[in-house]
């Protein structure tokens, strides 16, 4: 009895204890990570935009220049992030977000247009599972930089993007894939095609 | 929400995301349990049992208490806790309605409590943001693709007993090297599923 | 010099660590290195071994959670009722894991995402615990901090070692800086896959079996 006693006394200041020490971490913690999560998707939103961040930027850095220079807006029933520069009027850029399915998993991004909503001003795949070293690729900046200043509309006027086999890339709607990742070139080919179309057809 | 279908998730953790293979889970056990073909079935039935269970009811917990709570950092101690007391609770009922299902898996389940794969895979279910639907597949997968996983290596580790595997090499060793030969087997399913 | 240090700490603190600092952090980090030795915590150890700088995270997450519960639990190891011993230990366990994630989510954010689940793993993993059964229950405070300190950095070293392999011919880089250029070096990217970390740890535990000239088994 005495013995039962003494373990449930135990358990209880052990818990008690371990419970403050728990609290006190995660209050003090909790402002952070909050703006972490926060400014993980805003963080690719401007990187997308070609927006200007001044370098090591903290999360509430990061939080202040979107609620200041972005707004959100619907257009044609899509889900438009309009940015306008400290002073502008007129968007100065337009980010949209595409989902779809990767070899692994989820591929999400944030793709930039320019206000003539034809040429790409920047893109960036901010959730990704793709295989290290050849998929995963898409998020490298060699890959990125491909996107830059090319068109959602073919030269003949139809909407439409491609990822083409690295090397095949001709026309204004296409880029160089990845080499020896076919499948996630291929996933994100078709993602990119489908979002071009939407916003070209809507 | 994660729009994955439940199906696909149950196929993807089976085959192409292997909670062993691709995710490092439940190594202790699968080295130390995969002598032979019998005890593997043991081990990874139990653990598939466990770990529907346990993935669904932790679930359950951390969505409509730890939430709703805003004490989503006791996650860990609630998954361990909701493991060890499951694991305890199952093996009682066992021995006292069911000894020959006991004596067949009861010996498994104080292992299971330190498995790493089943914490991974309340683990993953938070992270990937899985419905209840979502978890209870991922669960059954996950297990599922451990029973694969352990039983394969057992078949082979039998035909190894008569071959003369150099000294240095035996043991963890050459079970590694195999086990990376297996696992590069399982990567070509890769695209036969997608998670969307 | 972390021996020495924990010896003045220790004769100011009336002995509690003794004369054994040296020989506890020889055999944590090199004799029975937790790993190749006792085979123990491989499995969350495989899976961030792809990049050095996640390796070293981890191996930093374990020790600091090794040396806390061993030193808390040396503490109570008197108070402690037998009966629900290993329940206190996991508890303790998971106390200082919390910590160290909640510190990764509020100042290592995108760590933190790489880690993933792997942080939260380190409740179940074997040297931590085993550590806490075995030598904190038995030894005074100081000792066991330098214990569980000398296993988590025995840890790491080898979670480094397989680290820098994979890393450099899996993708030509260290700590993110080009080590082997592409101009020369086409990375080998089965190495930054699962069997890459499979086959290194298994070349890496023959290697030093046959070093260390066994025999036996």
Redesign the interface.
């Known amino acids: 009895m005495k013995?039962a006693v003494?373990?449930l006394i135990?358990?209880a200041v052990?818990?008690m204890a371990?419970s403050t020490?728990?609290v006190t971490?995660?209050l003090?913690?909790?402002p952070?990570?909050k703006a972490?999560?926060k400014?993980?998707e805003i963080r690719n939103y401007l990187a997308a935009l070609d927006a200007p961040v001044p370098e090591n930027a903290s999360?509430a850095d990061l939080i202040a220049i979107f609620d200041r220079t972005i707004r959100q807006v619907e257009r044609n029933g899509l889900e438009c992030f309009e940015y306008r520069p400290d002073g502008a009027d007129a968007p100065q850029a337009v980010a949209v977000a595409f989902a779809?399915?990767?070899?692994?998993?989820?591929i999400e991004g944030v793709m930039a247009l320019e206000p003539d909503m034809e040429t790409i001003r920047g893109i960036r795949f901010f959730k990704q599972e793709e295989?290290?070293?050849?998929g995963s690729e898409i998020s490298a900046d060699f890959f990125l930089n491909r996107f830059k200043a090319k068109q959602i509309i073919s030269s003949d006027g139809t909407p439409g993007f491609r990822v083409r086999k690295p090397g095949e890339a001709k026309g204004s709607n296409e880029v160089d894939g990845i080499t020896?990742a076919t499948?996630t070139s291929d996933?994100v080919g078709k993602m990119l095609d489908t979002l071009a179309k939407r916003i070209r057809e809507d | 929400m994660n729009p994955t279908s439940p199906m696909v998730i149950l196929v993807a953790s089976i085959l192409t995301n292997n909670i062993l293979l691709a995710g490092f889970l439940g190594m202790c056990s699968f080295l130390a349990c995969s002598t032979k073909i019998e005890t593997a079935v043991g081990l990874g039935t139990a653990v598939t049992f466990v770990m529907v269970c346990t993935t669904t009811l932790n679930y359950l917990l951390y969505h409509y208490v730890l939430v709703p709570l805003e004490l989503e950092f006791l996650a860990f101690i609630l998954f361990i806790a909701v493991i060890a007391g499951f694991v305890q609770l199952v093996e009682m009922v066992m021995e006292r309605f069911s000894p020959k299902l006991y004596h067949a898996l009861g010996i498994f389940l104080p292992l299971i409590t330190v498995n790493c794969a089943i914490l991974g895979a309340a683990l993953f279910m938070v992270i990937r943001n899985y419905n209840g639907i979502q978890s209870a597949a991922f669960g059954l997968g996950g297990g599922l693709g451990f029973l694969l996983a352990i039983v394969l290596m057992a078949g082979l580790r039998e035909k190894m007993g008569y071959s003369n595997v150099p000294a240095p090499l035996r043991g963890t060793a050459v079970l590694m090297l195999i086990t990376g030969v297996i696992a590069m087997t399982f990567m070509g399913f890769a695209g036969m599923i997608t998670m969307q | 010099m972390s021996d020495h240090h924990a010896q003045a700490k220790s004769s100011g603190c009336g002995g509690l660590c003794g004369g054994k600092c040296g020989s506890t952090i020889q055999d944590g980090v090199i004799k029975n290195n937790p790993i190749i030795h006792q085979v123990l915590g491989v499995c969350s150890a495989l899976a961030v071994t792809s990049k050095l700088e996640n390796a070293l995270v981890m191996g930093a997450a374990l020790v600091f959670v090794t040396a806390m519960s061993n030193a808390f639990v040396s503490l109570l190891r008197h108070l402690m009722p037998r009966r629900i011993r290993m329940i206190v230990e996991v508890a303790i366990i998971a106390t200082f894991v919390i910590i160290f994630d909640q510190f990764l989510k509020a100042f290592y954010w995108d760590m933190s995402k790489q880690l993933g689940p792997y942080v939260g793993l380190i409740i179940t993993n074997c040297i931590v615990m085993g550590r806490a059964e075995a030598f904190a229950t038995q030894n005074p405070p100081l000792l066991s901090i330098v214990d569980g300190a000398a296993n988590g950095i025995g840890y790491m070293i080898i979670l480094a070692l397989i680290a820098v392999f994979r890393e450099l011919l899996g993708a030509g880089t260290l700590l993110g800086y080009t080590a082997l250029s592409t101009a020369w070096y086409e990375p080998n990217v089965l190495l930054m896959l699962a069997p890459g970390a499979f086959f290194t740890a298994g070349f890496l535990i023959w290697i030093i079996n046959a070093l260390r000239g066994r025999k036996d088994v």
């Open positions: 013995n003494q373990t135990f358990a052990l818990g371990s020490l728990l971490a995660s003090f913690t909790a952070y990570q972490n999560q400014a993980e999360a779809g399915p990767g070899v692994w998993g989820p295989t290290p070293g050849l020896a499948m996933r």
